[in-house]
């Protein structure tokens, strides 16, 4: 977690999220993901090794639910092999329904990344808009 916040730091506003008196990310919610019903975290292995993680959340209303990536991280040196796509597929086909997928607006390789991503997992059948101030692409996973 650490690793990937101190990659996401580029991306977000001066003090936001920053490192706390102790040089340290605080991810308050990462316990929350062992804890709480519709929080799923997912280690991301490659060759038996740790290449990353992946965070689910199932948002609930009345009405509805909603699954969106709360955090999706791949290790520097696992990147550009096609891991970050095949576990984001692997990810949607497990949880059926309708998602939302968010990213940060600075964040233009998260953009292309998930673009592309949902875009070939349902054939272009995806809408674009704003989810909490923040770019988004939502659709529905069968």
Not at 43 to 61: C, T, W
Not at 98 to 121: D, G, P, R
Not at 133 to 141: N, W, Y
Request: glycine share 8%.
């Amino acid at each position: 977690m650490e690793l990937y916040q101190y990659d996401m730091s580029e991306f977000e506003d001066n003090g936001e999220d920053d490192v706390n008196e102790y040089g340290l990310f605080d991810y308050m919610y990462l316990d929350h993901y062992w804890t709480e019903e519709g929080r799923y975290p997912f280690f991301i292995m490659q060759s038996g090794k740790l290449a990353g993680f992946v965070l689910v959340r199932e948002i609930a209303d009345s009405k509805s639910s909603i699954f969106s990536i709360a955090e999706f991280f791949i290790l520097r040196k696992y990147r550009g092999q096609g891991i970050g796509k095949k576990i984001a597929h692997k990810t949607f086909a497990m949880f059926k329904g309708n998602w939302s997928v968010s990213w940060l607006e600075k964040n233009l390789v998260a953009k292309l990344f998930w673009t592309k991503t949902i875009s070939e997992y349902t054939n272009g059948n995806c809408i674009e808009s704003l989810q909490i101030d923040k770019p988004s692409l939502e659709f529905i996973s069968y």
